[in-house]
């Protein structure tokens, strides 16, 4: 018995001993690294725009964005200058980033900025319009394949050439006499007016602006002193004018382009919650009122970046959390209505596409898939990614929810639900609600507050 508490006296003793003279070692905060990309995103002449046949390009469009790596598998975030990217469309794009980039699907976040000279892609509506005979009346799939496949080359030469991030910068800035409500309530608490993003009555544009966001946010990744990337973040529709036939990034595109020249860093600009937002209290469609937007958010932009105030980070400080949720479908889409539309050679090419759209949401819904809403942790700063034409509301609740944090928002994503409005839009009419623009009811409000709540928890 002596023998044995003897023996295990000494084991203990001489572990001890051994753990006294280990030698001071240093656990390494995880390393951050950035890649960023930018492909063209321009499509062919003769080719779909959103309401138009492609008749040149007036200025380029891109397909840009960052892979941040070090937190986990890495995370990809994907802004592009079209309309809109819905279904299977998002499908694709997610898939082929992820594999560039080594990470899976739920990882990656794909927006556009909604420019309306510009074109769609939805690869699910694509496969129901090739099945009737019509394939390519909504975009050109073959492009839009190229445009993923240029992105998903980008991001693994990207990768390559990675940059270590020591430092993020968060800065934010008024942006004047650019955004303004669009949905204008009479008396009876209904909307009596939209006041479009080019409202050529001035009546209408001398309404006050209402409801909007008016900061434009800015993330700067730096390496020690040195700017990596930065992305910018402001709700509005983005149109000055269109239905030119020539593709442009208009007003947004225009101001972070320009940011982009004269720092010499890489931007990204995310569309916020802007559904109910657009420029038409300041924008009568004059052409040359497109620069002179451009000209207001470079100069928010701009503000922004001065106003940056930098932290320390690592991957430690970095994590992404998703939520799945299941949007409640439009009850107004009926599914035989949608076929015999999409069937019908003597139907408007936009009628089809939009049926085959429309359809394709509707089956997905009632085989009960969900879309993704994920938030980006970075420190003190919270960047949620959600679908549709939000509604500026959401954004803002968004913020109320965590006043001590810095909470960012870019929609845009899932394009398919179309406009998202808050609970009591359903009731007060107006274009954003109606059966035309929303694919989803007044329930969806309950369903997205609770997707933000347990995200920004």
């Not at 990309?37 to 725009?49: C, K, Q, R, T």
């Not at 430092?167 to 949905?183: D, I, L, T």
Request: overall charge negative; proline content about 5%.
């Amino acid at each position: 018995m002596n023998f044995r508490i003897n023996s295990l006296f000494f084991v203990i003793l001489s572990c001890a001993s051994f753990l006294l003279h280990i030698p001071d070692v240093r656990i390494e905060a995880a390393e951050l690294r950035v890649a960023t990309f930018n492909v063209d995103a321009s499509p062919p002449v003769g080719s779909p725009l959103a309401y138009d046949p492609t008749k040149g390009i007036q200025e380029p469009l891109s397909c840009r964005g960052m892979v941040l790596m070090g937190a986990g598998q890495p995370i990809v975030l994907c802004s592009v200058d079209w309309i809109g990217i819905s279904n299977g469309g998002q499908t694709r794009f997610k898939e082929e980033l992820a594999e560039a980039a080594n990470t899976i699907p739920e990882r990656v976040c794909v927006h556009t900025i909604h420019q309306h000279d510009a074109p769609r892609c939805d690869f699910s509506a694509e496969a129901l319009l090739n099945q009737a005979g019509a394939s390519g009346v909504g975009f050109d799939p073959r492009f839009a394949m190229t445009v993923i496949k240029r992105a998903a080359e980008a991001i693994e030469k990207s990768i390559e050439d990675s940059v270590e991030v020591t430092h993020f910068g968060f800065g934010e800035a008024e942006v004047k006499e650019v955004a303004s409500n669009r949905r204008i309530l009479g008396p009876d608490g209904k909307v009596q007016y939209t006041r479009y993003t080019a409202t050529k009555d001035p009546k209408i544009r001398a309404f006050p602006v209402g409801t909007i966001d008016p900061l434009l946010k800015t993330i700067v990744f730096y390496q020690e002193d040195e700017p990596v990337v930065a992305l910018t973040y402001y709700a509005t529709h983005p149109q000055s004018y269109y239905r030119t036939g020539m593709a442009n990034p208009d007003f947004p595109g225009m101001a972070r382009n320009a940011r982009e020249k004269k720092t010499d860093v890489p931007h990204i600009h995310f569309n916020g919650a802007g559904g109910n937002i657009g420029a038409g209290k300041w924008n009568d469609g004059s052409h040359e009122n497109r620069q002179v937007l451009a000209d207001k958010v470079e100069k928010g932009m701009e503000q922004a970046w001065d106003n940056i105030k930098r932290s320390p980070i690592s991957g430690e400080q970095v994590s992404w959390n998703l939520e799945a949720v299941q949007l409640p479908v439009a009850t107004h889409l009926i599914e035989k209505e949608l076929v015999d539309i999409i069937n019908d050679p003597s139907a408007k090419s936009d009628a089809r596409y939009y049926s085959a759209k429309h359809l394709a949401w509707l089956r997905s819904c009632q085989a009960g898939e969900t879309v993704d809403i994920g938030c980006l942790s970075l420190g003190d700063v919270r960047i949620l990614h959600m679908p549709g034409e939000l509604f500026v509301e959401y954004q803002l609740a968004a913020q109320k929810m965590r006043p001590d944090l810095h909470v960012l928002m870019a929609a845009y994503g899932e394009y398919a639900p179309g406009y998202i409005g808050t609970k009591i839009a359903y009731s007060q009419g107006g274009y954003e609600a109606s059966d035309r623009a929303s694919r989803v009811t007044e329930d969806v409000e309950a369903v997205l507050m609770d997707a933000m709540q347990k995200l920004l928890k």
